[in-house]
């Protein structure tokens, strides 16, 4: 397993911009597809993104594809969310997550499908 530090969250007005990042510990990082999941009050975890091993495909959910960008510099031992356009229903705790044994990455990837969590960050969308 991986440990992850979140940051980046903060407040911000609707239509603003945030950049979360993820630092991760460990040598297979590499090795591990990444993502990100929220979690808003009273509401389950979902999936956000994602990103493969290499950072060559990326993955979405419906509710922030063409708003969020997902990014990884392994050199780096980070994985970004770059999040534009953001909405008052953007507001959420958001986890980084990380897993060796993904063999099939998707849209609709399950907090499941991770096994190495963040403590999270919080974003708030409000004028």
């Known amino acids: 397993q991986v440990q992850l530090v979140e940051s980046g969250g903060g407040l911000v007005q609707p239509g603003g911009s945030l950049r979360l990042s993820c630092a991760a510990s460990?040598?297979?990082?590499?090795?591990?597809?990444m993502g990100w999941f929220r979690q808003a009050p009273g509401k389950e975890r979902e999936f956000v993104a994602a990103?493969?091993?290499?950072?060559?495909?990326?993955y979405y959910a419906d509710s922030v594809k063409g708003r969020f960008t997902i990014s990884r510099d392994n050199a780096k031992n980070t994985v970004y969310l770059q999040m534009n356009s953001l909405k008052p229903e953007d507001t959420a705790v958001y986890y980084c997550?990380?897993?060796?044994?993904?063999?099939?990455?998707?849209?609709?990837?399950?907090?499941?499908?991770?096994?190495?969590w963040g403590q999270g960050t919080q974003v708030t969308v409000s004028s």
């Open positions: 997550a990380a897993d060796r044994s993904i063999v099939v990455v998707t849209s609709t990837m399950e907090s499941a499908d991770f096994g190495s």
């Open positions: 460990g040598r297979t990082f590499s090795k591990c597809v």
């Open positions: 990103i493969s091993w290499s950072g060559g495909s990326t």
